[in-house]
């Protein structure tokens, strides 16, 4: 079975599991290929919120045993990975943005983009109260320029926050490597 014969619900049924969700996040972020080892460590590491190498040798068979027996022949059978059970290299197919809503976000190196928006209304508010008050250089003149500096910074932000959760768009611009 092929990744674009999938259906939703086959999707929903293959990325039900957390442990075949972080399998392919893993691979996402290793650039589609890995061997088994350092997944297993990573995917354990996950599960035990833990660094990797903090993984006790317990928690490591029990994620280790369960990718090769259970979940890395699903996703192989689904079409989503390509599995070598001999040499134990997994590679994760063409067209892995398909299964981007069905992973674990929280798994992503995650920006502060709250700060960033509170930083931008905060100077916005600190810029806009003088101006109505028509206190110092700023008068209700410059209120509008002001105002506009602002949504151009905001637009920015959001532009860029847009285009770094999507990989698609950081390859088309060259920034995939970053």
Same mark, same amino acid.
């Given at each position: 079975?092929?990744?674009?014969?999938?259906? *939703? !619900?086959?999707?929903?049924?293959?990325?039900?599991?957390?442990?075949?969700?972080? !399998? $392919?996040?893993?691979?996402?972020?290793?650039?589609?290929?890995?061997?088994?080892?350092?997944?297993?460590? *990573? $995917?354990?590491?996950?599960?035990?919120?833990?660094?990797?190498?903090?993984?006790t040798?317990? %928690?490591?068979?029990? &994620?280790?045993?369960?990718?090769?027996?259970?979940?890395?022949?699903?996703?192989?059978?689904?079409?989503?990975?390509?599995?070598?059970?001999d040499?134990h290299?997994?590679?994760?197919?063409?067209?892995?943005?398909?299964?981007?809503?069905?992973?674990d976000?929280? +798994?992503?190196? *995650?920006?502060?983009? %709250?700060? +960033?928006y509170?930083?931008?209304?905060?100077?916005?508010?600190?810029?806009?109260?003088?101006?109505? +008050?028509? &206190?110092?250089?700023?008068?209700?003149?410059?209120?509008?320029?002001?105002?506009?500096? +602002?949504?151009?910074? &905001?637009?920015?932000?959001?532009? $860029? %926050?847009?285009?770094?959760?999507?990989?698609?768009?950081?390859?088309?611009?060259?920034?995939?490597?970053?």
């Amino acid at each position: 079975m092929s990744e674009s014969d999938l259906t *939703q !619900a086959e999707l929903f049924d293959v990325f039900s599991n957390a442990r075949r969700r972080h !399998a $392919v996040q893993y691979l996402k972020r290793t650039g589609g290929t890995c061997d088994l080892a350092p997944l297993v460590e *990573q $995917v354990a590491a996950w599960e035990n919120d833990t660094d990797p190498d903090d993984v006790t040798r317990t %928690q490591r068979r029990r &994620v280790y045993i369960s990718l090769y027996q259970t979940h890395l022949p699903m996703l192989e059978d689904h079409g989503i990975v390509d599995w070598d059970p001999d040499g134990h290299r997994i590679e994760l197919l063409p067209s892995e943005e398909r299964f981007d809503p069905y992973l674990d976000r929280h +798994l992503e190196d *995650q920006r502060p983009w %709250q700060y +960033l928006y509170g930083g931008v209304t905060v100077v916005g508010v600190i810029a806009v109260v003088p101006s109505i +008050l028509a &206190v110092g250089p700023l008068t209700t003149a410059a209120a509008p320029l002001v105002a506009l500096g +602002l949504c151009l910074v &905001v637009l920015g932000l959001a532009a $860029v %926050q847009h285009v770094s959760r999507r990989s698609d768009l950081r390859r088309s611009i060259g920034l995939a490597g970053r």
